[in-house]
């Protein structure tokens, strides 16, 4: 099972970016992939999921409102549309998929590499 992601970079507080994550080695449409994130110095932290069968979405309150998840299960690949970024946003980014969504990163066994998202002016 490998996870790719991809999409970080610097942006401006306010801004938008679009973050991929792709899977191969597993069918998404019987998982369930979530985005975590972790700042520096502080733990890693749920921020949102979706089911492959179904693509119901869970969030975290922070982002609520804000970021959306959606799924393409022909291209296997997870986004996470994130809009009116703000400087606490600031994070590396990670993918993660198993077979339920959990809120828990420990659950989760398999990981991308991480992409990093500066929101800064």
């Known amino acids: 099972v490998q996870l790719q992601a991809s999409g970080g970079g610097l942006v401006q507080p306010g801004g938008s970016l679009r973050l991929s994550c792709a899977l191969s080695g597993r069918d998404f449409s019987h998982y369930a992939m979530a985005w975590f994130r972790q700042a520096a110095g502080k733990e890693r932290e749920f921020v949102g999921a979706?089911?492959?069968?179904?693509?119901?979405?869970y969030y975290a309150d922070s982002v609520k409102g804000r970021f959306t998840i959606s799924g393409d299960n022909a291209k296997n690949t997870v986004y996470l549309q994130m809009n009116s970024l703000k400087p606490e946003d600031t994070a590396v980014y990670y993918c993660?998929?198993?077979?339920?969504?959990?809120?828990?990163?420990?659950?989760?066994?398999?990981w991308g590499q991480g992409t990093l998202v500066t929101v800064s002016s």
């Open positions: 979706i089911s492959g069968s179904g693509g119901r979405t």
């Open positions: 993660a998929v198993r077979s339920y969504i959990s809120w828990n990163p420990e659950a989760y066994p398999y």
